[in-house]
């Protein structure tokens, strides 16, 4: 009888026993996810170096390389985490692309333009902003490399932390700059490459913003506000894409293939104009089929631009990973080669440095990359297809006029800017057709408060990431310094 009373009890506490269990299984799993993505990280990074000393042998350098490989691997991760979400982020935020296709996207095409396209843009990183002959030995210029590449991965891991979009070049240049200035002097800097580089703080971002909002402008009057869209949309549409595409081509020929085949800004435009004018003739038909039966609303062009959305992302990606591969690859192709005797030479890329820099590009995106991507394409203002590619079509349109002109420019605070533009375009628009209809209904201004509720931009975003560019090459900088100090010391 006695056991029969004790085992509800014992059945109870057992039950209670397991539930407190489960919750603590479950708040375990909680804690522990976040988790999950770092530690992939950090064992790609202790691959890394490992990778490296076995192939670079046993040498009284291996150590050093080793080193260098890891933090080179650590800024490829951060240089996926946020660089790429510019090429994404507008797909993602049109509902044109799926984060997950995204990823993938991105990921192929990163790691396609790293490895093909990308292994000569790395000498402006190694040479361009401190001389090397102005650092007497060469274990002074590993050190300012390697604090260089660690400086700048930790700025744009925070950057990253924050939300804020920072170009990784001008982290690179400002650690660079940072440890240059304490191992040479300020006379070893190159600052005219500097006056280049803070001019285009305001230039890169704002040719992008103007450049969208034009074209943004051109679809408005042509297609949206025009009485039968459809019809305005089959003759506009594949002119628009032949733009595009043409654009890509020029585009591609001079940030990527540029790298394999020399080609002159000549014969890049050459190849655009070919390009633009076949695709423009193969989309006439191929417009009017996907029109057929679309109602006449804004809703329905937006199928329209999907798939050119799509396509633009892509080759924005094989662009990005063929040259800002290098901010990752170039101070550690530096180390590689002043380990070797040779610095202030040509600065040759070895495959393994290559490797490591795409597939951390990749990780970093699969890893960390969809915050970013969703802040760039749905938090800073609202995207559809149209406006989406507004933004792509400009980036790479102001790229090409910034090489013409010899500018150096941020793809990042291209594509930001033009994201910017569109928002700002489409509040001054909206405003004044407001104006038109209340003057035109004779109704008062709205008050400023409705005013400000109505704005399509979030200020926040606009103010954070802005500061986030003016501080990235100063606070890279005086980290890198401080890093330098601090190794030459230990050494």
């Not at 539930?19 to 799993?29: D, K, M, P, Y």
């Not at 070893?188 to 103007?210: R, T, Y």
């Not at 001054?428 to 038109?436: G, I, N, V, Y």
């Not at 008050?447 to 103010?463: D, G, I, W």
Request: charged residues 10%.
């Amino acid at each position: 009888m006695a056991e029969h009373d004790f085992e509800p009890r014992h059945l109870e506490t057992l039950d209670r026993d397991l539930g407190r269990f489960s919750a603590l299984e479950r708040a375990s799993g909680y804690i522990a996810r976040p988790l999950v993505a770092p530690g992939i990280a950090l064992v790609f990074i202790l691959l890394s170096g490992l990778a490296a000393a076995l192939i670079f042998g046993q040498t009284s350098t291996t150590l050093i390389v080793a080193c260098a490989a890891a933090i080179g691997a650590y800024m490829a991760l951060n240089i996926g985490a946020n660089d790429v979400a510019n090429n994404m982020g507008p797909a993602v935020g049109a509902n044109a692309l799926s984060m997950g296709g995204a990823i993938l996207i991105a990921a192929i095409f990163e790691s396609a333009g790293a490895l093909i396209a990308g292994g000569d843009v790395v000498d402006t990183i190694s040479k361009g902003i401190v001389s090397p002959d102005s650092i007497s030995a060469s274990g002074e210029f590993v050190w300012v490399m390697m604090a260089a590449l660690l400086a700048s991965a930790l700025w744009v891991n925070v950057a990253t932390y924050i939300g804020a979009p920072v170009s990784t070049t001008h982290a690179v240049v400002g650690g660079v700059l940072g440890s240059g200035v304490i191992a040479a002097g300020m006379a070893s800097v190159n600052w005219a490459m500097m006056g280049q580089i803070v001019a285009s703080w305001v230039i890169s971002p704002a040719l992008g913003g103007l450049a969208a909002a034009g074209f943004l402008w051109f679809i408005k009057a042509r297609i949206i506000y025009q009485d039968d869209k459809i019809a305005a949309a089959r003759t506009w549409v594949p002119v628009l894409i032949g733009v595009m595409s043409g654009t890509f081509a020029a585009y591609l020929a001079l940030k990527g293939l540029s790298n394999v085949v020399k080609i002159t800004m000549g014969s890049a435009l050459l190849i655009g104009l070919a390009v633009g004018i076949l695709t423009w003739l193969v989309m006439i038909p191929v417009i009017r089929r996907q029109s057929e039966g679309l109602e006449n609303r804004n809703k329905s062009l937006k199928v329209l631009f999907a798939i050119p959305l799509v396509v633009s992302a892509a080759l924005l990606s094989f662009a990005h990973g063929a040259n800002d591969v290098a901010n990752a690859v170039g101070p550690l192709a530096a180390i590689v080669e002043a380990t070797s005797g040779n610095v202030g030479g040509a600065v040759r890329v070895p495959l393994w440095v290559m490797v490591i820099g795409a597939f951390g590009i990749s990780f970093g995106l699969m890893l960390f990359g969809p915050h970013m991507i969703r802040m760039v394409g749905q938090q800073i203002t609202k995207l559809n297809p149209m406006r989406a590619y507004c933004v792509s079509l400009s980036a790479a349109i102001t790229v090409i006029i910034a090489s013409w002109l010899g500018m150096p420019v941020s793809s990042t605070h291209i594509a930001i800017g033009a994201i910017f533009g569109v928002g700002f375009f489409r509040e001054w628009d909206a405003e004044r057709r407001l104006k038109t209809q209340l003057r035109q209904a004779e109704i008062p201004a709205l008050p400023p408060e409705e005013r400000r509720r109505r704005k399509l931009v979030r200020r926040n975003h606009v103010l954070a990431i802005g500061a986030a560019w003016v501080v990235t090459v100063p606070a890279t900088g005086v980290l890198s310094a401080l890093i330098f100090v601090v190794i030459r010391y230990i050494a």
